[in-house]
């Protein structure tokens, strides 16, 4: 399948990034290959594998990986009450900036043939939603997109700061609904619905971000015009029997995991 413009923001928008140059080099395989060279670092340069690998003994690998990620979120939740994320991170370090240096293409995403790209990242002082094209797009950009202020200080563009672009648009439909087009094809990152109330104090900031990141793709929702064909590509069934700390998770298996999910959830979708 071809497309002439994405949006996201977030993962969404290094997703949307490398579909884009990755498309230019090759089409719909090229896309696809750039898109899973971005997870194959990710999961390379996870973190918290050491601390999953052993617990696996005593429970197996599932339960080990799931403990382990509670274990690392707990922590960090502990550190969170007791400092600010600029003591803990004074120097403003981001895992994701070097990845994102060596594999972006700016050269390709800037092609005057490659499709519409869009990026949103979140005014800090103005709350609204600032929207990055092609020609703006950086590490930076990519960065302030999916900056969660909890963990990294704001990114600083242009003379403004910016944080997640979950927080004012989740993603932005409005700029890919120029020109009109028939079809418009959203995929889903996270679950509109989770069965049970979170008790603990690092399940209910991951789900209050949840609803918080769902309000605004509702509100574009309900006004997109009558004659575009939405196809609805959602996470319930892949994502929502997982606990909310497994968004920490990037284990190449578990990766591998939601990625034959998500295919069997585009396969359930009927496409006129």
Not at 12 to 36: E, F, K, L, P, T
Not at 52 to 81: C, H, P
Not at 125 to 136: L, V
Not at 234 to 252: C, G, Q, V, W, Y
Request: aromatic share 8%; with cysteine; hydrophobic share 50%.
């Amino acid at each position: 399948m071809g497309f002439a413009a994405i949006t996201g923001v977030s993962s969404g928008a290094m997703i949307a990034a490398m579909a884009v140059q990755g498309y230019v080099h090759d089409g719909s395989r090229g896309a696809r290959a750039a898109v899973n060279q971005l997870w194959q670092r990710v999961a390379e340069a996870h973190i918290f594998s050491p601390v999953n690998s052993a617990l696996d003994w005593m429970w197996g690998w599932d339960k080990g990986m799931e403990f382990g990620q509670e274990m690392a979120w707990a922590g960090i939740t502990n550190a969170l009450r007791m400092f600010n994320p600029g003591q803990l991170n004074p120097f403003g370090q981001n895992p994701l900036a070097p990845l994102l240096e060596d594999l972006l293409d700016l050269d390709a995403i800037r092609d005057p043939a490659a499709p519409r790209l869009f990026a949103a990242a979140t005014d800090v002082e103005s709350g609204a939603a600032r929207i990055f094209t092609n020609q703006e797009i950086s590490v930076d950009v990519l960065l302030a997109s999916a900056c969660i202020p909890m963990m990294f200080p704001a990114v600083r563009i242009g003379g403004r700061h910016y944080w997640d672009g979950g927080y004012s648009c989740n993603p932005a439909l409005t700029p890919v609904l120029t020109p009109r087009p028939e079809r418009l094809v959203l995929i889903r990152a996270q679950p509109r619905a989770r069965k049970g109330v979170p008790n603990t104090t690092a399940d209910i900031v991951h789900r209050l971000h949840e609803i918080a990141f769902q309000a605004p793709l509702d509100a574009e929702i309900a006004m997109l015009p009558p004659e575009v064909e939405l196809v609805d590509i959602n996470a319930d069934i892949a994502l929502a029997s997982h606990p909310l700390t497994s968004k920490m998770n990037t284990e190449r298996n578990f990766l591998d995991n939601l990625f034959a999910a998500g295919r069997t959830a585009a396969a359930l979708v009927t496409v006129t």
